[in-house]
């Protein structure tokens, strides 16, 4: 008997990558492979030496064509088998390496808009929708669109093993949230990445697209982002390893703008409940700040802090090593 892997990679379109996938026929018993494919069609290599390597990072229980099938996430390698310059895994994992003292851990609000004939799913064709208000955790009616394609991830991500967390529906009508967590790096970029591929996936069966953008609709709507929750060993234990670990992305916070997924002026302009993208504050329960500190952290005197910057197009593999990177290195000046 055989069975089906799904291979899954990152491409190297700009400015925002595109997942790919291809199917691989296997004998029972037989683990996946190493495999390849070509580069010159995804933006990751010249036609005249197109050949990159896809070697399996995470496997998951194909919870779509189910039975022994797989899902297999990749990272993409050079013939010589060195990361390819379009893997930021690779990157992710060594700090993670470096830093895993801190035991750093994450939760990702993965924020996505689905979109059909060019428009938010159930916008008229001309014109807007009622205004924005009933649609943020709403029920009812024909204003929560695309809610059965929201059940169906859902459960395909419990069926494959990926620790999604919980789902919502956004402010903008179309729009959703699920969250994955809580994990370390780069397992929580593996499994957003996975469950961004079975979104997509899922959503063709109803003739759907999703989009990452940033800013979908241009006006007074929002947009979308992938909140970031971290934590480390000392702030789940202590207050002021939050505080810390605010001014410590305070001191960083250009580095961090311009790594958080493509158009994020556009999204980060103060209004909508977010911060200006080039004005880093934080704060307690503070939606408008750039990091917000749960009122239950602030009450517990421990847990973990909220950076409200990322895009929902942002790469989990690159924000989760610069948050660490950043929190991880800072120690606060020292008296001398
Ligand atoms: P909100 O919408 O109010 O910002 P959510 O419930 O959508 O909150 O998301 C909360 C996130 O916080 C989850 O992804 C969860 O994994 C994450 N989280 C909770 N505890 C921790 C922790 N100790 N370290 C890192 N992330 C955490
Ligand atoms: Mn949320
Ligand atoms: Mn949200
Ligand atoms: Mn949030």
């Excluded at 291979?7 to 700009?14: E, F, L, P």
């Excluded at 999604?164 to 790096?185: C, D, R």
């Excluded at 504050?281 to 910057?309: F, Q, T």
Aim: negative net charge; aromatic residues 10%; contains cysteine.
């Amino acid at each position: 008997m055989s069975y089906q892997a799904e291979y899954i990679w990152i491409d190297g379109t700009k400015p925002s990558p595109i997942m790919r996938n291809k199917t691989k026929i296997l004998k029972d018993g037989q683990e996946p492979p190493i495999w390849g494919f070509d580069g010159s069609s995804t933006n990751q290599a010249p036609g005249n030496s197109s050949d990159c390597v896809l070697k399996p990072v995470f496997i998951a229980p194909d919870p779509l064509r189910k039975g022994n099938n797989v899902l297999v996430l990749c990272e993409v390698e050079l013939t010589d088998f060195t990361p390819h310059p379009t893997n930021t895994r690779s990157a992710c994992l060594e700090t993670a390496e470096r830093y895993k003292d801190h035991e750093p851990l994450f939760g990702i609000e993965q924020e996505y808009t689905l979109m059909q004939n060019g428009r938010p799913l159930g916008w008229p064709d001309n014109g807007f929708p009622a205004p924005q208000g009933p649609y943020y955790c709403g029920v009812g009616g024909e204003k929560m669109v695309g809610r059965e394609i929201v059940e169906a991830h859902t459960q395909a991500c419990l069926d494959a093993g990926i620790a999604i967390e919980g789902t919502n529906a956004e402010v903008m009508m179309g729009q959703w949230e699920f969250q994955i967590g809580v994990l370390p790096a780069p397992a929580i970029g593996d499994q957003i990445w996975l469950a961004r591929w079975l979104l997509f996936r899922i959503a063709e069966d109803y003739g759907v697209s999703v989009s990452l953008d940033p800013k979908p609709v241009i006006g007074d709507w929002n947009g979308a982002g992938a909140h970031t929750n971290f934590s480390t060993k000392a702030m789940r234990e202590s207050y002021d390893a939050i505080i810390e670990g605010c001014e410590a992305l305070g001191k960083n916070a250009d580095e961090h703008i311009a790594n958080y997924g493509p158009g994020i002026e556009s999204r980060l302009t103060g209004a909508h409940e977010t911060a200006r993208y080039d004005a880093f504050s934080y704060g307690v329960s503070d939606r408008g700040a750039s990091v917000r500190i749960p009122w239950a952290v602030e009450k517990e005197k421990k847990g973990y802090l909220e950076d409200r910057r990322p895009n929902a197009n942002v790469d989990p593999y690159v924000v989760s090593r610069l948050m660490i990177e950043t929190i991880c290195s800072y120690s606060p000046v020292k008296k001398s």
